[in-house]
């Protein structure tokens, strides 16, 4: 992958610190989270797993403002998130771009309605370098494979300079080795963007390479109905980019597997660095 471009001048926010207290939230009668404490601090990227239905979108949408919590607060940088928080940018599985505009425009989109032209201009300019789309700035959605449309969907929800990137299985829908180059070109726009990043993913192996914790989300075995709470938390080994053979990761991969119910058939060589919330 070729060196990720300098860093575009910046539009708005340093990264921020997120804080969830006692979260939680209903559709009718079904409870699908409950009690969800947890503190992200600044420019920390933080992982959730869990099964499919335990409410990891649902919690996105939380933080975003997207949709209001039954019960406690999220807060972003101290102040509570009543409505849809410009602090906020989400990027999700399908790129949603639009398709008769291009690329540029596209990315162009997420800039705040107050950006000056030029200044505009330059941003937009910076991004597309910094995801590697230069050479694709006059292109429409049909004419670029998916995984260029994910890295146009990325820089349109960085353009507005977020202090805090979420991000709903970005790439999911990618091949396997697309989806490892997009991992490792997300890690390059942390580098240059360092934005907080909360990330909903599937893939036990991503959540390993991209996050500082993860996070399990899941219903208590004994209490299915009260929803989903935070099952374990774990602090990943190791600097990013992490060496993807590591045997500490594989350990830990091997316990997250466990917790998710799926047997890992793994002899664990050492201690890993998790806790269980109190």
Excluded at 112 to 132: F, M
Excluded at 229 to 238: D, E, F, K, M, Q
Excluded at 270 to 275: A, D, F, I, L, Y
Aim: net charge negative.
């Amino acid at each position: 992958m070729p060196a990720p471009a300098a860093a575009p001048e910046r539009a708005l926010a340093a990264p921020l610190p997120l804080r969830l207290r006692g979260v939680g939230k209903r559709f009718g009668a079904r409870r699908v989270l409950t009690g969800i404490d947890l503190e992200v601090g600044a420019g920390e990227i933080v992982a959730l797993l869990g099964p499919s239905g335990c409410g990891k979108s649902t919690l996105l949408r939380l933080i975003a403002g997207l949709d209001h919590p039954d019960d406690g607060t999220a807060l972003i940088d101290g102040t509570a998130v009543a409505d849809v928080d410009q602090r906020c940018a989400v990027a999700f599985q399908e790129p949603r771009l639009l398709p008769w505009r291009t690329v540029e425009r596209n990315v162009r989109l997420g800039l705040p309605r107050d950006t000056a032209g030029d200044a505009g201009a330059a941003r937009v300019r910076g991004l597309i370098d910094l995801v590697q789309l230069t050479d694709a700035t006059g292109l429409r959605p049909r004419q670029i494979s998916g995984g260029m449309a994910q890295r146009a969907a990325l820089a349109r929800a960085l353009a507005r300079g977020p202090g805090i990137l979420l991000l709903d299985e970005p790439f999911g829908a990618l091949d396997a080795l697309t989806r490892l180059t997009m991992q490792d070109l997300l890690l390059d726009i942390h580098r240059t963007e360092p934005a907080t990043i909360v990330l909903v993913t599937h893939d036990v192996d991503e959540a390993l390479a991209l996050a500082d914790t993860v996070v399990v989300l899941g219903p208590d075995e004994e209490q299915p109905q009260a929803g989903s709470g935070i099952r374990a938390l774990h602090a990943v080994p190791g600097d990013r980019p992490r060496d993807r053979t590591d045997a500490r990761l594989a350990d830990l991969r091997a316990e997250l597997l466990e917790q998710l119910g799926v047997p890992s058939h793994h002899t664990h060589s050492t201690p890993t660095p998790s806790k269980r919330p109190s």
